[in-house]
């Protein structure tokens, strides 16, 4: 398994976003999707990550650096492909994004994730996430679940 920037014009990255769009399209109202595009992962303000085997890329996460009243960074795109869930990978790719966001300096880490997304939500709260209000250009939605996690400098 290998890590991997995420490239807008790599097909194994074209295939895991179809990927991830079909699941939370099948979980919750195309309205309330806010997700990472595939020309944004040009954006300098992007860090984007997979782990990539003979399968493609089997676990991704993004961290995106985002600023309303305080700077910080939002984890957009974390995902692992269904056949290898359980084996920790997200736990992984979130720890390399924390890493980053340290080594970059960014002093808050933010979330929206869906109320369905339980195992999700378990691993945000199990690295220290505490729920909190709506921000930047999310609204209160009964669709989405507002995290953060403030890291010390």
Known sequence: MQLVDLKPNDQDVINVFSDIDRL??????VA???????????EPSVYAIGLKNDDGIIACGAIVKQFDKTPYGEVRRLYVSPSYRGKGLSRRIMQILLHHAGEEKIPLIRLET????IQSIKLYE???????????????NPQSVFMELGLSQ
Do not use: D, H, M, V
């Open 24 to 29: 939370i399209n099948s979980l919750y109202p």
């Open 32 to 42: 309330t999707a806010q997700s990472l595009t595939l020309n944004e992962l040009n």
């Open 114 to 117: 869906g109320p369905k997304q």
């Open 126 to 140: 199990n690295l220290g996430f505490k729920r909190c209000a709506s921000f930047g250009p999310y609204l209160e």
